[in-house]
């Protein structure tokens, strides 16, 4: 079992970046795969980005392709989201994920929330224009 808790939001200007951290407990952390969602007001949830297991693999949704990039310090149980030419839309609170399952995902699933097994609280990220 992992607890998973966000930090790093906060207010910026457009064009402005932040980076994001996911602290996670467990000794386990290493073997799962963790994404990014973020969830604006009045929106549904969104995927942002994924990164596998050892950080050799990542993936991004084309709204944030380019501008974000997500990465991980297993030593340190973390996984980080640089934001980079932030955007008014990109205002939401972002969560982080695990997704405990070992075995082989198509890239099509990593949109769904429900493939992941835990989620943080949530931070907030606001962005101004």
């Known amino acids: 079992q992992a607890q998973l808790e966000e930090s790093g939001g906060g207010l910026v200007q457009a064009g402005g970046s932040l980076r994001l951290s996911c602290a996670a407990s467990?000794?386990?952390?290493?073997?799962?795969?963790m994404g990014w969602f973020r969830q604006a007001p009045g929106k549904e949830r969104e995927f942002v980005a994924r990164?596998?297991?050892?950080?050799?693999?990542?993936y991004y949704a084309d709204s944030v392709k380019g501008r974000f990039t997500i990465s991980r310090d297993n030593a340190k149980n973390t996984v980080y989201l640089q934001m980079n030419s932030l955007e008014p839309e990109d205002t939401a609170v972002y969560y982080c994920a695990a997704d405990s399952y070992r075995g082989y995902r198509d890239s099509s699933s990593y949109y769904r929330g429900h493939i992941y097994a835990y989620w943080g609280q949530g931070t907030q990220v606001t962005v101004s224009s």
């Open positions: 467990g000794r386990t952390f290493s073997n799962y795969d």
């Open positions: 990164i596998n297991w050892s950080g050799a693999s990542t």
